[in-house]
């Protein structure tokens, strides 16, 4: 809600826009595939990068120094 708020009135959701792949000849599979694959692409490159803050942090608290 908070991107649709700042963003211009037609904006969709990505999970609207994933969902809205059907048309008169039915669902377009790969459509629907692209833009799944497109959704997930960013956070997962994002934890790739932070990936050794992330295990920094979470371990930090466990390990008595």
């Not at 963003?7 to 048309?23: E, K, L, P």
């Not at 459509?31 to 956070?43: D, F, S, Y």
């Not at 990936?51 to 979470?58: D, P, S, T």
């Given at each position: ?24 000849q039915?669902i ?18 994002m ?19």
């Open positions: 809600m908070f991107a649709v708020a700042l963003a211009y009135q037609r904006a969709v959701v990505i999970t609207i826009q994933i969902a809205g792949t059907g048309n008169v039915g377009q599979f790969w459509i629907t595939a692209v833009r799944g694959l497109v959704a997930v692409l960013p956070p997962v490159i934890a790739m990068f932070t990936q050794r803050f992330l295990v920094r942090g979470l371990t930090f608290g466990a390990i008595k120094g």
